[in-house]
C-alpha cells in the first residue's frame, strides 16, 4: 500500500519527440556594424516569456536550435540598444538575416537610477530582498540574510515567524546544521548575491521537513566571455576582521564556468552575563549564582565554489555543482567567572573555569543536474544526484578553581572531552514539469540516504575523582532512509487561480547509543497536502488562501546523548527520544494597488523541537537540552508596504502583531506542564536612497524593532537595531566602495530569561554586533556582462548540529 501511494505521486513521463528546427541570423545596429554577445530571446506570445535564448557571437551571429514547430517572438537584447519584438513562424530551418538595433535615446545616467529596481519586492507567496549592488553587499551572505525583511537573527539559527529557515542556495538546500550554515554564509562574500527570497509556506516540490525557506540567488553569467572580481573588506568592533575573496566568470556557447574562494580570518569576542536563582522545595531562592562568561574565538575559515554548465544542445543542459567549506585550528578561548551567593546575598564561594575548544571542520559536497526540454511547449525532465562529506573532530580541555569568600583557595578540577564525528548523505530526485491547459503539473520522486557516526571520549585528565562520569563514554550511530513523491497541479482561469499539491514521506530511521544500549527505530509514512487559492480584483488588487502541513525532523546532532560542558555545573546534552513534529499551516493575504499587502496567518506546531533550559535546584545543575512540546501554536497579522515615494527614495515597511505559544514538559518542576506565552509586535523599516544624479552613490537606512520573542522555555527582552551604509560606484562600474555601520544604537542583543513555577535562569549574551566595515572590490573582463541565477532541491545537511 506505502509503495502504491508513492507511485501514484510519482510520474510515469510520456514524451512525444517531435521534429525541431534551427534559427538563425545577425544581430547588427542601424549603421550595419554587428553587436557581438547580444542576447536573442525567442518568446511565447501569449505571454510573452521566454522559451529559448542564444548569444550572438563575435560577428553578431546567433545560432537557435532545438526549436519545435511553433508561432514566436523573436527580440534581441543589447545593453544600450532597444528594438520591438518581431513575430515569427517556425516550420523549418530559419535564417533570418539582421535583426536591426537603434540606440537607446535616454541617456546612461537616467538609466541607472529609473531601471534600478526595488531592493524589496512583494510576491504573492514570498518576499524578494535583491542586494545587488546596494551597501549591503559589501558583507557577508550572514550580514544580507540577518537584515532580510521578516528574518530574525536568534541565538541558534535564522527565524520566519517562529520557526527556523531552511537555507538554500540557487535552489539547492544547504545540508549543514545552523552553526555550520552560519560558517558557510559569513565566508560566502555578499556580492556575489543577486537576491535573497523569503519563503514562508513553501509548495509541494519542497522537502515537507523544509519549513520556511531563505533562498539565495548568486549572479553568474548569460552572455559569452570572462569577467573577474577581488574584494577585500576590513571590520573594526571589539577586535579588528577582514576578509578577502576573488570570483571568475567564464562562458562561451555551450560551456560556462564560475569559480570563488574567500578566506576570512577572524578574532571574534562574545561576552555573556547570566544568573540562575536555586529555589527549594518550600519556593524560596536559597541561592543565587551569577556567571560572566568572555568567550574569544580564532579561526580562519575557508571557502571554495565551482559550477560547471555545459549545454550540448538548445534542449539539454548539464550542471556540475562543488562546495568545500573548510576551518581548520578553529579555537574558542572560555573564561567563566562564577560568584556564589546564599539566599540573602552573602557570599558562599567563587568558582573560575577556563576551557578551550579546539575544532577541525571538513564541508564537501557535490551535485550532478540534468535538464532536457521534452520539445512541448515549456515540458522540461530534470535529475539529479547530491553527495555530502561532513567531518568535525573536536575536543575540550577545561579546569576549574574553587575559593572561599575570602578568596583563599579551596580545590580544583580538570575535565577533558575527546570527540569525532563523520557524516556521509547521498540524495537523488527525477522531476517533471509538463504544461497542463492554461497551467502546469509537475511530478517528482526523490531519496535520500544518510548515516552519521559519533564518538565521544571524557577522560579524566587530573587523576583525581573525575568531574563527569567516565562511562557517558559513548559512540552513536544513526541511519536515515526518506523516499518521497509529490505531484502539484497550478491553473489559472478568468479571475481565479489554483495550486493544488500532495507528498508523500516514507521515513526509516535506527539510532543506537552503545553506552546505554538504547535503539530507536521509526518506520512512518505520511502525507503532506498543499492549496493556494488566489483571485485578482481588478488590475492591481488581488486575494490568496494558501494551506500547507510540514514536518521538521530532529538535527542530527540533537539526537546524540553526548554533553558539551561551559564547566561541571552548566552544559548541554543530546536528546535520543525526539521524535518529528507535524505542524498545519495557514495564510490569507489581501494585496492593494501591488503596494500593500496584508496577511492573517495560523499556524499549529504540533508537537514542536523546541531549545529548553532545565535547572536542577538539588544538586545546582542547569541543563540545556532539545526536547519536544505538548504543543504550539502562532498566529498574528502582518502588514506590508513596497512603495517609490520619490525617483530618489524606494521605502519598505514590513510590520507584524503576533502570539506565540508553546507548552513544555517541565520535568524539574512540581508541575508537570508549563505553556510560555507572549504577544509582541515586529517592525522592520528599509530605505533605499539615490543619492546622486548619475546613480553612482547609494544609501541604505533600516530600523528593526522586535518587543519580544519565544525561544523554548526562554523569553526574548525588546530589542532595536538600526543599520546605515553607503555606496561609491567608482570608474565607470569597475569598482565599487562601501562603509557599513551596524547597531548604532547598541540595543540588538536580547536578554534570554526563563522564569516558571521553580525555575529561575536568564542569560544576556552580547556577541560583537556593533561594528564599521570598510569593503572594495574590483572588476576585471568584461565586467558588464549580464548575471543570471543558477538551479536540484537538495536535503538533509542542514540538520547536522553541533553545539
Known amino acids: 500500500m506505502k509503495l502504491r501511494i508513492l507511485l501514484l505521486l510519482g510520474f510515469s513521463p510520456i514524451a512525444l519527440h517531435c521534429q525541431t528546427y534551427t534559427v538563425s541570423g545577425f544581430v547588427k545596429d542601424t549603421d550595419g556594424a554587428p553587436l557581438p554577445y547580444a542576447n536573442v530571446l525567442l518568446l511565447r506570445p501569449a505571454d510573452s516569456v521566454q522559451f529559448l535564448g542564444?548569444?550572438?557571437?563575435?560577428?553578431?551571429?546567433?545560432?537557435?536550435?532545438?526549436?519545435?514547430?511553433?508561432?514566436?517572438?523573436?527580440?534581441?537584447?543589447?545593453?544600450?540598444?532597444?528594438?520591438?519584438?518581431?513575430?515569427?513562424?517556425?516550420?523549418?530551418?530559419?535564417?533570418?538575416?539582421a535583426l536591426v538595433m537603434k540606440e537607446d535615446a535616454d541617456q546612461l545616467d537616467e538609466v541607472v537610477v529609473t531601471s534600478q529596481r526595488p531592493t524589496i519586492e512583494r510576491k504573492a507567496d514570498r518576499v524578494v530582498f535583491n542586494v545587488e549592488n546596494t551597501v549591503l553587499s559589501s558583507g557577508s551572505t550572514w550580514d544580507i540574510l540577518r537584515n532580510a525583511p521578516g528574518v530574525i537573527a536568534g541565538p541558534e539559527s535564522l527565524e520566519i515567524r517562529g520557526q527556523a529557515a531552511t537555507i538554500y542556495l540557487n535552489d539547492n538546500k544547504v545540508q549543514l546544521s545552523q552553526e555550520e550554515v552560519m560558517e558557510l554564509l559569513k565566508g560566502l562574500t555578499g556580492d556575489l548575491i543577486l537576491s535573497v527570497e523569503v519563503i514562508p509556506l513553501p509548495p509541494a516540490s519542497f522537502e515537507a521537513s523544509d519549513g520556511p525557506i531563505l533562498n539565495i540567488r548568486t549572479r553568474q553569467n548569460i552572455v559569452p566571455g570572462y569577467k573577474g572580481s577581488v574584494r577585500g573588506e576590513y571590520t573594526q568592533a571589539v577586535f579588528p576582521k577582514y576578509s578577502l575573496g576573488t570570483s571568475h566568470f567564464?562562458?562561451?556557447?555551450?560551456?560556462?564556468?564560475?569559480?570563488?574562494?574567500?578566506?576570512?580570518?577572524?578574532?571574534?569576542?562574545?561576552?555573556?552575563?547570566?544568573?540562575?536563582?536555586?529555589?527549594?522545595?518550600?519556593?524560596?531562592?536559597?541561592?543565587?549564582w551569577d556567571t560572566r562568561m568572555d568567550r574569544i574565538a580564532r579561526s580562519r575559515a575557508q571557502q571554495g565554489n565551482l559550477i560547471l554548465d555545459y549545454n550540448p544542445s538548445g534542449r539539454d543542459q548539464l550542471k556540475l555543482t562543488a562546495n568545500l567549506g573548510y576551518s581548520p585550528d578553529k579555537r574558542s578561548a572560555y573564561t567563566l567567572a562564577t560568584a556564589m551567593r546564599n539566599g540573602q546575598g552573602v557570599l558562599d564561594s567563587t568558582l573560575r573555569t577556563a576551557s578551550v575548544l579546539d575544532e577541525d571542520r571538513l564541508n564537501a559536497s557535490a551535485e550532478l543536474n540534468y535538464q532536457r526540454s521534452l520539445g512541448e511547449k515549456g515540458a522540461t525532465l530534470k535529475a539529479g544526484g547530491h553527495y555530502t562529506y561532513f567531518r568535525l573532530d573536536r575536543t575540550q580541555d577545561g579546569n576549574t578553581d574553587y575559593f572561599d569568600p575570602s578568596g583563599a583557595f579551596l580545590r580544583d578540577f580538570s575535565f577533558a572531552t575527546d570527540a569525532g564525528q563523520r557524516i556521509d548523505i547521498y540524495t537523488s530526485q527525477l522531476d517533471l514539469d509538463l504544461p497542463v491547459g492554461s497551467g502546469n503539473l509537475e511530478t517528482g520522486l526523490r531519496g535520500s540516504f544518510i548515516e552519521s557516526r559519533n564518538a565521544i571520549d571524557y577522560l579524566d585528565v587530573n587523576n583525581a575523582e573525575p568531574p563527569f562520569d567516565i562511562a557517558l563514554t559513548d559512540r552513536f550511530t544513526y541511519k536515515e532512509q526518506v523516499y518521497a513523491a509529490y505531484a502539484s497541479l497550478y491553473q489559472e482561469w478568468a479571475a481565479w487561480s489554483l495550486r493544488l499539491g500532495l507528498r508523500a514521506e516514507q521515513t526509516h530511521v535506527r539510532a543506537r547509543s552503545e553506552t546505554l544500549d538504547e535503539i530507536n527505530n521509526q518506520d512512518y509514512l505520511e502525507l503532506f497536502p498543499t492549496l493556494y487559492l488566489g483571485r485578482t480584483l481588478g488590475e492591481k488588487h488581488s486575494m490568496s488562501?494558501?494551506?500547507?502541513?510540514?514536518?521538521?525532523?530532529?538535527?542530527?546532532?540533537?539526537?546524540?546523548?553526548?554533553?558539551?560542558?561551559?564547566?561541571?555545573?552548566?552544559?548541554?546534552?543530546?536528546?535520543?527520544?525526539?521524535?518529528?513534529?507535524?505542524?498545519?499551516?495557514?495564510?490569507l493575504n489581501l494585496s492593494l494597488d501591488n503596494t500593500y499587502f496584508i496577511d492573517l496567518y495560523y499556524r499549529d506546531n504540533g508537537r514542536f523541537i523546541s531549545t529548553l533550559s532545565f535547572q536542577d535546584n538539588v544538586n545546582q545543575t542547569l541543563l540545556e537540552i532539545k526536547q519536544n512540546t505538548q504543543?504550539?501554536?502562532?498566529?498574528?497579522?502582518?502588514?506590508?508596504?513596497?512603495?517609490?515615494?520619490?525617483?530618489?527614495?524606494?521605502?519598505?515597511?514590513?510590520?507584524?502583531?503576533?502570539?506565540?505559544?508553546?507548552?513544555?514538559?517541565?520535568?524539574?518542576?512540581?508541575?508537570?506542564?508549563y505553556t510560555n506565552r507572549v504577544s509582541g509586535l515586529y517592525s522592520y523599516l528599509s530605505n533605499?536612497?539615490?543619492?546622486?544624479?548619475?546613480?553612482?552613490?547609494?544609501?541604505?537606512?533600516?530600523?528593526?524593532?522586535?518587543?519580544?520573542?519565544?525561544?523554548?522555555?526562554?523569553?526574548?527582552?525588546?530589542?532595536?537595531?538600526?543599520?546605515?551604509?553607503i555606496r561609491k560606484s567608482l570608474w565607470n562600474g569597475r569598482a565599487a566602495l562601501t562603509l557599513v555601520a551596524e547597531d548604532l544604537l547598541g540595543r540588538a542583543n536580547a536578554t534570554y530569561t526563563s522564569r516558571y513555577y521553580n525555575q529561575d535562569n536568564a542569560f544576556y549574551s552580547r556577541p560583537e554586533t556593533r561594528f564599521i566595515r570598510l569593503g572594495f572590490t574590483y572588476n576585471f573582463g568584461n565586467y558588464r556582462l549580464g548575471n543570471r541565477a543558477a538551479g536540484l532541491r537538495n536535503s538533509e545537511r542542514d540538520r547536522i548540529r553541533e553545539d
Open 631 to 673: 504543543g504550539s501554536i502562532s498566529y498574528g497579522l502582518d502588514f506590508t508596504v513596497s512603495k517609490t515615494l520619490r525617483e530618489w527614495w524606494q521605502l519598505y515597511a514590513y510590520n507584524s502583531l503576533f502570539y506565540e505559544e508553546e507548552t513544555l514538559l517541565a520535568v524539574l518542576s512540581p508541575q508537570e506542564a
Open 688 to 725: 533605499s536612497f539615490t543619492l546622486s544624479g548619475d546613480g553612482t552613490w547609494t544609501g541604505d537606512l533600516s530600523l528593526l524593532y522586535l518587543s519580544g520573542f519565544l525561544h523554548g522555555s526562554f523569553k526574548r527582552s525588546e530589542t532595536m537595531t538600526l543599520d546605515a551604509g
Open 250 to 288: 567564464f562562458k562561451n556557447e555551450k560551456f560556462g564556468a564560475f569559480a570563488s574562494y574567500s578566506i576570512a580570518p577572524q578574532k571574534e569576542l562574545k561576552v555573556s552575563d547570566s544568573y540562575i536563582n536555586y529555589i527549594d522545595a518550600g519556593n524560596d531562592i536559597y541561592a543565587r
Open 54 to 97: 542564444a548569444s550572438s557571437d563575435e560577428s553578431g551571429f546567433f545560432r537557435l536550435e532545438g526549436v519545435p514547430p511553433e508561432l514566436y517572438l523573436l527580440q534581441p537584447k543589447y545593453f544600450g540598444y532597444q528594438s520591438d519584438p518581431v513575430p515569427l513562424e517556425v516550420r523549418a530551418d530559419l535564417r533570418i538575416g
Open 545 to 587: 488562501l494558501t494551506y500547507n502541513r510540514r514536518l521538521t525532523r530532529p538535527n542530527y546532532q540533537d539526537l546524540n546523548p553526548f554533553r558539551f560542558f561551559l564547566n561541571e555545573n552548566d552544559y548541554n546534552e543530546g536528546n535520543p527520544g525526539l521524535v518529528p513534529n507535524f505542524s498545519h499551516n495557514f495564510n
